[in-house]
């Protein structure tokens, strides 16, 4: 059995052990700067960032917590060289040791070149600055908008540099232009101004100015964000750049319509000088009053040397004028010697035009009529006769046709009438029966309804007599027995036949 020496050497724990070591490294490396390429960078959903510091030999694990990392202007990209700032700590949980970044920036304005030349190519493939969908600036826009940080000097010079050249109105859309929240809110800017309806209480600017003092590369990074040039190259409002000063160049510069070299300049470029304005067009209407007299000028003289060559109105009308003068004259003695032939032709015919003459006339024409009546009845003679001709025998056809016809139609009613003669009464009348009718002229069908004394109407086959009613006996009036009365009539035998008024 092999027995360890007695060491007077401490024992730790583990956990001991890695409080000293962290310890140690705290105390001794509390605020450090390291210099290194950003490698292996990921951000979770916890919003810390982790990445790696590396050289040619050796890698050193960074941490940045959310809320440190996201007030940091500049964002580490992979690849990128750029400083540290922190303080060394340890994580015993892997027992490695790691920097807690409190601060990062580019290492040196060459990085941050690259970085601007890689985003710059990125943007640029994408067709953000062609120069295809760049607009054209408007002549004299009535509303400017201005995307500026409302205190410096870069409005003022703008303000003053427009009532100069052209007043108009201006709206002012304050951002930061400078810090990590000067990008979105540039971009929010551009994209709030093209928002704005035309016709709301806020006029819809023609144009937009995004604009800037000089400063260094970090000083104007927030314009080389890709959501500043996104929103400026998709602006449908034309946007002037006036970034910095003339040799500064931000990513803003390449997708604006237009860049400025100064904000001073970005309102020259904005509007023109009304005084010129002014003179320009005073000086068109002097050489539009001056080019107006020559014309008119001009035309004077053709119209003159026109008028030179041509003749008089006199001498234009002296022949034709002579000419009506002659016609007149011989219009009047022709209408004499028209007189005269017309008279000897009157007295020539007046002798013919005597009462014989005109009675033999009148007797020709009415000779000449009847020929032609004559002439005429012998034509319709003759159209008729031919019209005979053709309709003879289609008459013979319907001649026994029509005799047949109306014999059947005669036999039909010869019948017919011989029944309402055998139906009628007055047949019935001449078999011995009599019609008996009241005062009215009314049918008595029954002997009750007779009263004594009234006078009834009977008519017979050969004509008609009134008499008197007797009253019935038991009545008042009625004969009395063994009187002299009419005699009853024997009843009638019974031959099967009934009554025609029953």
Same mark, same amino acid.
């Given at each position: ?62 941490? &940045? ?65 062609? &120069? ?20 410096? &000097?870069?409005?003022?010079? *703008? ?21 990590? %929240? ?21 006029? /819809? ?37 006036? *970034? ?14 237009? #860049? ?8 020259? =470029? ?31 003289? #053709? ?26 004259? #011989? ?36 000779? =000449? ?6 002439? =005429? ?37 010869? /019948? &017919?009438?011989?029944?309402? /003669? ?14 008996? %009718? ?65």
């Amino acid at each position: 059995m092999v027995t360890t020496p007695p060491t007077n050497a401490h024992e730790y724990t583990v956990s001991q052990l890695s409080r000293a070591v962290k310890s140690t490294v705290e105390d001794e490396f509390g605020h450090v700067r390291v210099r290194g390429e950003v490698g292996r960078l990921s951000r979770p959903a916890s919003g810390h960032l982790y990445f790696d510091l590396k050289d040619d030999k050796s890698v050193l694990a960074a941490v &940045a917590w959310k809320g440190v990392a996201a007030r940091w202007r500049f964002q580490p990209e992979q690849g990128l060289e750029v400083i540290a700032t922190g303080r060394l700590t340890t994580f015993a949980g892997q027992s490695k040791y790691q920097i807690i970044v409190e601060q990062v920036e580019p290492a040196g304005a060459g990085a941050l070149m690259a970085l601007l030349e890689e985003r710059r190519r990125k943007l640029a493939a994408e067709g953000l600055f062609e &120069a295809a969908h760049k607009q054209k600036l408007p002549f004299l826009p009535r509303v400017i908008g201005v995307v500026t940080s409302p205190t410096g &000097a870069v409005i003022r010079d *703008i303000l003053h540099r427009l009532s100069d050249r052209f007043p108009a109105n201006v709206i002012v859309w304050p951002v930061r232009v400078q810090g990590p %929240s000067c990008a979105p809110e540039v971009a929010a800017a551009v994209e709030g101004l093209n928002m704005l309806p035309p016709d709301g209480p806020i006029s /819809r600017p023609d144009l937009i100015i995004v604009a800037r003092g000089g400063g260094s590369v970090e000083d104007l990074w927030g314009f080389n964000e890709e959501e500043v040039v996104r929103a400026i190259a998709q602006s449908a409002i034309p946007v002037i750049s006036a *970034i910095g000063h003339e040799t500064d160049t931000t990513l803003a510069d390449f997708a604006a319509d237009q #860049r400025a070299p100064t904000p001073t300049g970005a309102a020259e =470029m904005a509007v023109p000088v009304r005084s010129e304005l002014v003179a320009t067009v005073r000086d068109l209407d002097a050489r539009l009053y001056a080019a107006s007299r020559r014309l008119l000028d001009t035309l004077a003289d #053709r119209l003159r040397a026109s008028a030179g060559r041509l003749p008089r109105p006199d001498e234009l009308l002296a022949t034709p004028r002579q000419r009506l003068d002659l016609a007149a004259t #011989r219009l009047g003695a022709a209408l004499n010697s028209a007189l005269q032939a017309k008279a000897l032709q009157l007295a020539a015919i007046a002798p013919r035009l005597s009462a014989g003459t005109l009675v033999r006339g009148l007797e020709q024409q009415r000779q =000449m009529l009847n020929g032609l009546a004559g002439r =005429m009845v012998r034509a319709a003679s003759a159209q008729i006769a031919a019209l005979n001709l053709k309709l003879s025998p289609p008459a013979r056809r319907l001649q026994p046709a029509i005799v047949n016809l109306l014999e059947t139609r005669r036999t039909s009613l010869e /019948r &017919a009438w011989q029944m309402v /003669r055998s139906l009628g009464y007055r047949n019935v009348l001449k078999r011995g029966f009599v019609l008996v %009718s009241d005062e009215k002229g009314k049918i008595v069908r029954e002997a009750a309804r007779l009263k004594g004394g009234q006078i009834i109407g009977l008519e017979f086959a050969d004509g008609q007599r009134h008499a008197r009613v007797l009253p019935a006996a038991g009545q008042a009036g009625a004969p009395e027995k063994g009187t002299t009365g009419p005699k009853e009539k024997p009843a009638a035998p019974e031959s099967g036949q009934k009554s025609l008024f029953d």
